[in-house]
């Protein structure tokens, strides 16, 4: 294969960020067009998981193991707010028998 | 093209696809199974990156836990597949598509120019991408500071140290000093390759219960306050089996 | 690159052999535990075909691949081929990181027993065998029959239940040990049974082995106990409790994809089974072997000539081969008891009620893991420093 | 006991106390023996720790005779910096002494007073913040503690007139009362600036370190910041121009009056001027004006005094005239004799207001005196009590007033910065000084009775008589600690002061300053003997002589007509202005800009709204903008 394309496939931290990003964006997208409230908690999660991707290469990279640690947090508290996302989730649907994110309008003030 | 490289490749192919899945499968439970397979090949790809511990705790906290709470919710609701298109042609939806890709398109930017511009970092000299093989090969300006990067030889890596003050080996080592204390590195790290220590449970763990040890119990207190919460959100009158 | 070739080929090899190994296990453990409950009801059990009946197993594989695969109508086709491969998959990937026995050495190439050594290998096996509550509930959804999903569900809450509890007692072992690294912990309980306190080596019964079952004898309980309720054995069987959902998840599934959930089960059993040998009884250390593995290859130094003449090996080479065997052997024996301790328990005790299960779970097993937890880090700490 | 920990306990028992009453006002309200007690016991407990303290001082040697005690710093701004200090010195400790003495007494006497009102545990919590201020007031080591003080002082004095505030009239007396301290209190900060800005500190300490050598002309700093300083004496302390509240402040409780306006707060502007002695001496110019302001207000306030009937307006002039006196007395630069004065004054005059009280309160809150007359017999406490009070005032040898009062009158006479016709203004305004507290006495106490027969005159109850009886034994001796060295015998508030004032030295042999005396005996003595005359003998005689002078008599009657002079020419101006400015400024300019701003706001916020619509997944692209905005800025770099 030519030297330019092996250079360009030759992984770096870049390579990892470039990835990161595109994840990134997914899940922005999900979050701007699914209407379903639970995809969305998906798509955050799956934002969470890009930035986690993120910190892991940092570290390496800059062989620093904080990245690393950033990652437990991140961890955490993607979790706890799946846990009470899903609950909210649960208590919207008890009211009407869906999820779909529009029914989070009826909360506007 | 080494074993590594095969290995990210395939990784990201398969991660970005099923990300794809899990934002564009209108069947809730397709989504949730495709995010618990993007981010066990995330793990998989922590692996790679020497980051074992965290790799293990990405598959049980995140594909083992958080997606398992998820696929239960979805599957206790019974979401069968929505009847809604996901794109269908609004000027909003354009503009929300446009959004994303624009920001798809910044990230990446930001992410190649980016790293190269952080000044005096070591990391890019210690990548193990500089080879030998890339290291013969001339240079198009499609990105220079990477190209830059990719010619310093080991030595020359040094260099941006060296100018911040005097004599190169000295001052690496007063600063790799300062980088193992401050970080709980070992020296191999420095090395491209040989991350054996680095990244193993025990670094891992004395930084996370020293450095930020604060951090680690506001979190566990965080997570106790969303438990509680999440339970008086979900549970209706009469208990929780009742469905009002 | 030879190298790399040659590592990439005797990986594959080695993921072949295990994965075979484990499913021919399977039919063998499936002999056993029907003679073995005929046993103790006292009647025959399988005993025409073949000899003690041991073609039994081969007629029943034939009839598994040769039944017609149906799908139910409303069925989710893709999940629901999808679910049996993923329920075989996590209890063949823990396996993987299981070591069976001493690496050994070949041509001056070093074979490790064990598909990957992975650093943090008993973290991994719980990663993956999280994993395994997909396949249970992706086929109890998929097969749309409420008596499947509800097996399915309460499968999937039981095992997240009990992994909390298996987790936590696991810890305590961890914290013995000082390592995620399966290896290591064996080589931790070779010798006799020793501790250390202020300094001092004290060493009361020297005819124990310095197993981890007399250090951590509440985890071994509590893990032991997990184990039924992970691998959704009586008496924590109720996915598939039969007098109130037809067959639990798998109610819709028959032929070989029902053999491949039955697969996954023993799957899981073995690699619970192999657990417990491994952290709380010396793995495949030899017990009363004095140092351990290096006392035994010594002994096989000595005593391996006939194998290194046939084989025309150097001596350590034949040596270290034999030591691999006799580990091998060991491991299987105690991997084997422990197996049939599973299926002893199956035919003995009834089945729990469901709240029964979770109230065992969270509010008797959580608080006994959490105090040995606590117990074991104190005992630990004053070890090391003398508050005096 | 450590000084800063007495200290402590001197100013926080009285604050404690305003607290506890404050607090429980609903529960205290209901008993005021309770309220009362607690009051009293706090103002007692200060008193005790103020003995202590100054026998403290007694003890050090006369050059370093001073407690200064830093709590914290209070506030530092640039070169502004402020502590939280006290400081006890001679003249605090005076100070504190009086304040808190005839503090405790009118306390004590306000029990048995009170006993008939419906809030005693409000009335005593203001007394005890009062109390609390007014040692703040001559216990601050700088001028902004002291200004606090002096701002605390007012404040309570505003709440202590307009006490019975369900009469209109006693709360606009308040209102007064606090406006026109309020002009005073401009003054005094100006002066607190210009000290500030020209000697970059406030701490007396600091200034009475630097050396100030007397200014010629009108507009030095020195005498710019005294003249400042002296304007606000005069808001406090009810001098020309601006002495018209206090009259009108006898609205308040008569004890009130005792304490607020006649013992203690009206002498702050004194202790003011004592306290910086070192500066006013070095500003002739300030000299002259205070003591023409002091000798005038006497006179005038004097004269005004002879014709009122109010008993407790009559002693409220004569306050303004003894207030004159003192500024007289400082104003020729004999600080000790008018910080003399006004000790002694406190006496006898807290005694004259109390027994006052204790007129009305057997009187049933009867006031005027041409309705009284032979309450001798009624109440003889009261009687004799008061007639000390009316020996010390009127100057008769060897009561308290007589010491001061010469003294004020021999320096006016012989010092420097004094003339005889200071001299000649003082004798006369003693004359008339005399004259109606005898008239007062005559018409309250002898004569024959015109009461009312409905009224039930009573003689006061314990708590009452036991301060008269303690303040006409002090304002007998009270006078003794500073006698004249003509007497050959020691002048013990001198040696006491000496190194805290510096007089301006008095030149003048001593057949002169017998010749004053005499002449200032003779001229009060004949006054005396002449409203006597009038009043007591021949009672018609003073009719007659109003029908001849009616015009004199209505303009002194009337008060001059000051207040409504300044009504016709500062306060209707003042009013037209400020409804012309609402009229058309406030309406038309203001009103609209604000209108037009909040419907700018309204409209921008309607259209915004739009956005804002409840769509959380617009929300989040407006989000995704914002980051790609901020991207795009890094990325153009």
């Not at chain 2, 499609?142 to 040094?158: C, G, L, N």
């Not at chain 3, 040990?177 to 010798?191: C, E, N, R, S, V």
Request: glycine share 8%.
């Amino acid at each position: 294969m030519s030297p330019e394309l092996a250079r360009v496939l030759h992984v770096s931290l870049n390579h990892y960020l470039a990835l990161s990003a595109i994840l990134f964006s997914v899940g922005v997208l999900g979050v701007l067009l699914r209407k379903n409230a639970i995809v969305i908690l998906m798509s955050i999660e799956l934002m969470l998981n890009a930035v986690n991707l993120d910190f892991v290469a940092f570290a390496k990279y800059n062989s620093n193991i904080d990245g690393q640690a950033m990652v437990f947090f991140v961890m955490t508290i993607a979790a706890a707010e799946a846990a009470v996302g899903l609950a909210i989730a649960v208590a919207v649907f008890k009211r009407f028998k869906e999820v779909n994110i529009s029914y989070f309008e009826k909360l506007k003030g | 093209m080494t074993v590594e490289d095969l290995l990210f490749h395939s990784f990201a192919v398969m991660a970005v696809l099923s990300a794809l899945f899990v934002v564009f499968n209108r069947n809730p439970v397709y989504s949730a199974l495709f995010l618990a397979l993007c981010m066990s090949v995330l793990g998989a790809m922590f692996f790679t990156l020497n980051a074992y511990f965290v790799a293990v705790a990405q598959i049980t906290v995140y594909a083992g836990a958080v997606m398992v709470l998820f696929v239960m919710v979805v599957m206790l609701f019974d979401l069968k597949r929505e009847a809604e298109e996901i794109l269908k042609f609004s000027p909003v939806t354009l503009a929300k598509v446009l959004a994303a890709a624009l920001l798809c398109g910044f990230l990446v930017g930001t992410g190649w120019l980016g790293v190269t511009a952080v000044k005096g970092n070591l990391a890019l000299h210690l990548a193990p991408s500089a080879t030998a093989a890339d290291l013969e090969k001339p240079i198009d300006g499609k990105i220079p500071r990477m190209e830059e990067k990719k010619e310093t030889s080991p030595d020359e890596a040094r260099e941006p140290l060296a100018k911040v003050s005097g004599n190169p080996d000295e001052d690496l080592t007063a600063a790799e000093e300062a980088r193992l204390v401050e970080n709980a590195t070992v020296p191999e790290s420095r090395v491209g390759g040989g991350l054996e220590e680095f990244g193993s449970t025990v670094t891992l763990s004395r930084v996370l219960f020293s450095k930020f040890v604060f951090a680690f119990e506001a979190v566990s207190a965080l997570l106790l306050v969303a438990i509680v919460g999440a339970v008086a959100l979900a549970r209706s009158k009469g208990g929780t089996h009742h469905v009002s | 690159m030879g190298d790399g070739l040659l590592e990439f080929i005797v990986n594959t090899v080695k993921i072949a052999l295990i994965f075979f190994a484990v499913v021919s296990t399977v039919p063998l453990l499936v002999w056993v535990e029907r003679r073995g409950s005929a046993f103790m009801q006292n009647r025959l059990g399988p005993n025409r075909v073949g000899p003690l009946g041991l073609l039994q197993l081969a007629a029943d594989a034939v009839k598994f691949i040769f039944k017609e695969p149906f799908v139910p109508e409303a069925a989710d086709k893709a999940l629901y081929f999808m679910a049996p491969a993923l329920c075989l998959l996590p209890a063949m990937l823990t396996f993987a990181a299981i070591p069976l026995s001493t690496p050994f050495t070949v041509g001056g190439h070093t074979f490790k027993m064990q598909v990957t050594d992975i650093n943090v290998g008993i973290v991994y096996i719980f990663a993956v065998a999280s994993l395994g509550v997909y396949g249970i509930l992706v086929a109890g959804w998929s097969s749309s029959n409420k008596y499947s999903l509800l097996g399915a569900l309460r499968a999937s809450s039981q095992m997240i239940s009990y992994e909390v509890a298996m987790g936590l007692s696991i810890i305590g072992v961890i914290l013995k040990y000082k390592t995620f690294d399966l290896t290591k912990m064996i080589g931790a309980q070779t010798g006799p049974f020793n501790f250390t306190w202020q300094g001092h080596n004290f060493e009361p019964l020297s005819w124990l082995p310095n197993w981890g079952i007399f250090f951590q004898p509440v985890a071994f309980i509590l893990f032991f106990t997990a184990g039924f309720a992970e691998t959704n054995r009586l008496p924590f069987d109720l996915p598939e409790g039969e007098a109130e959902l037809v067959a639990g998840y798998h109610t819709e599934y028959g032929g070989f994809k029902f053999n491949m959930f039955f697969m996954g089960e023993y799957g899981h059993m073995m690699t619970s089974a192999a657990l417990i040998t491994i952290l709380f009884f010396g793995g495949y250390a030899l017990p009363w072997a004095g140092g351990g593995p290096v006392q035994v290859q010594e002994f096989w130094l000595s005593h391996s000539t006939w194998l290194s003449q046939t084989l025309s090996l150097s001596a350590s080479e034949a040596a270290s081969v034999l030591t691999m065997v006799t580990h091998l052997a060991c491991f299987s024996a105690k991997m084997g008891f422990f197996l049939f301790v599973y299926i002893w328990v199956r035919w003995t005790l009834p089945r729990f009620r469901y709240d029964q299960l979770m109230d065992l779970g969270w509010k008797t097993m959580l608080p006994w893991s959490l105090a040995n937890l606590g117990a074991t880090t104190a005992l630990m700490f004053f070890a090391r420093y003398n508050p005096l | 006991m450590n000084p800063d920990l007495l200290i402590a306990i001197l100013l926080l028992s009285p604050f404690l106390g305003f607290l506890i009453n404050g607090f429980l006002v609903k529960y205290n309200n209901k008993n005021n023996l309770r309220a009362g007690g607690i009051a009293t016991a706090a103002a007692g407990i200060s008193f005790l720790c103020a003995l202590i303290l100054t026998f403290k001082l007694m003890t050090m040697g006369a050059e370093e005779r001073a407690i200064h005690v830093v709590y914290f710093n209070w506030l530092s701004t640039g070169t502004l910096n402020v502590n939280m200090g006290f400081n006890v010195d001679p003249i605090s400790a005076i100070m504190i002494l009086i304040i808190t003495g005839v503090g405790s007494l009118i306390h004590l006497y306000s029990v048995g007073y009170m006993s008939h009102d419906a809030h005693p545990a409000k009335f005593f919590s203001y007394l005890n913040l009062f109390l609390f201020n007014m040692l703040v007031l001559v216990l601050g080591d700088n001028l902004i503690l002291m200004f606090v003080g002096w701002e605390g002082v007012g404040l309570c004095s505003y709440l202590l007139i307009g006490f019975w505030f369900e009469d209109p009239e006693k709360a606009a007396a308040g209102m007064k009362a606090f406006l026109v301290n309020r002009i005073g209190d401009a003054g005094f900060l100006l002066g607190l600036f210009t000290i500030f800005v020209t000697f970059g500190t406030v701490e007396f300490t600091e200034l009475a370190k630097m050396t100030f050598s007397p200014e010629i002309g009108a507009w030095g700093p020195v005498t710019l910041a005294t003249a400042c300083l002296f304007i606000g004496a005069t808001g406090k302390s009810a001098q020309i121009p601006l002495y018209v509240w206090l009259p009108d402040a006898m609205a308040g409780p008569t004890p009130v009056s005792a304490l607020i306006h006649a013992a203690t707060m009206v002498t702050a502007g004194i202790y003011m001027i004592v306290r910086l002695n070192f500066m006013f001496v070095a500003a002739p110019t300030t000299m002259h004006i205070i003591a023409s302001v002091g000798a005038a207000t006497a006179l005038f306030a004097a004269s005004i005094g002879l014709l009122q009937t109010d008993i407790k307006k009559i002693l409220a002039y004569s306050t303004v005239s003894q207030l004159g006196y003192m500024f007289l007395g400082v104003g020729v630069g004999a600080f000790g004799a008018g910080f003399f004065h006004l000790m002694t004054h406190a006496f006898f005059k807290a005694l004259m207001f109390l027994g006052a009280g204790s007129v009305i309160h057997g009187m049933g809150g009867e006031q005027d005196i041409t309705r009284m007359g032979a309450l001798a017999k009624k109440m003889p406490i009261t009687y004799k009590t008061f007639l000390f009070g009316w020996l010390a005032i009127i100057g008769t040898p060897f009561f308290s007033g007589f010491f001061s009062k010469d003294e004020i009158l021999w320096r006016a006479y012989s010092s420097p910065l004094g003339s005889k016709f200071l001299w000649i203004v003082g004798v006369v305004a003693a004359g008339m000084t005399a004259f109606y507290m005898t008239r007062l006495m005559c018409l309250t106490f002898w004569g024959t009775s015109r009461v009312d027969k409905g009224i039930k005159v009573h003689e006061a109850p314990l708590t009452m008589t036991a301060p008269l009886m303690t303040l006409a034994v002090l304002s007998l001796v009270g006078g003794w600690v500073g006698v004249p060295h003509i007497f050959h015998v020691p002048n013990l508030l001198e040696g006491w002061l000496e190194h805290m004032v510096h007089d301006v030295t008095a030149e003048g042999s001593s057949w002169e300053e017998w010749m004053t005396m005499l002449v200032s005996v003779a001229v009060a003595g004949f006054a005396a003997f002449f409203a006597y005359y009038l009043y007591a003998l021949n009672p018609e005689m003073p009719k007659t002589w109003v029908r001849k002078a009616k015009g004199l008599y209505h303009l002194i009657y009337n008060k001059y007509f000051v207040d409504e002079i300044y009504g016709w020419v500062f306060v209707r101006p003042l009013v037209q202005l400020s409804r012309g400015l609402w009229a058309y400024l406030d309406v038309r300019v203001v009103d609209r800009t604000t209108y037009f701003l909040s419907d700018l706001v309204k409209g921008t916020g309607a259209g915004l709204r739009l956005m804002v619509n409840g769509n959380t997944q617009q929300y989040a692209l407006y989000i995704v903008f914002g980051v790609l905005v901020s991207l795009a800025f890094i990325f153009a770099r």
